[in-house]
Nanobody, 118 residues
Framework: QVQLVESGGGLVQAGGSLRLSCAAS????????MGWYRQAPGKQRELVAD???????NYADSVKGRFTISRGNAKNTVYLQMNSLKPEDTAVYYC????????????WGQGTLVTVSS
């Protein structure tokens, strides 16, 4: 059974920083792309950033220059360094990963809440 477990959310003042982590575990043959989405109250879930197994990254325009996505050396972890946080970054952040555990499908974490106060 494959699991994604996120950590690192919390409450921070505007202008502050947080680092989110997500670790994949279970019966995993390989992991392709990993990424972070977020969903604010009353809004649709949106892509924040993603990263391929080769290290290519993609960011939403709203976070470019402030957020950095990276993967751990073991390649089963993904991080999101969030700097210069704004109140509009407040959302539940979800990790996802395209994992081959016999066949490839997208897995999602349970979400971690990030609250940015003004």
């Amino acid at each position: 059974q494959v699991q994604l477990v996120e950590s690192g959310g919390g409450l921070v003042q505007a202008g502050g920083s947080l680092r989110l982590s997500c670790a994949a575990s279970g019966s995993i043959f390989s992991i392709n792309a990993m990424g972070w989405y977020r969903q604010a109250p009353g809004k649709q879930r949106e892509l924040v950033a993603d990263i391929t197994s080769g290290g290519n990254t993609n960011y939403a325009d709203s976070v470019k220059g402030r957020f950095t996505i990276s993967r751990g050396n073991a390649k089963n972890t993904v991080y999101l360094q969030m700097n210069s946080l704004k109140p509009e970054d407040t959302a539940v952040y979800y990790c996802n990963a395209d994992i081959n555990s016999g066949y490839t499908r997208r897995y999602w974490g349970q979400g971690t809440l990030v609250t940015v106060s003004s």
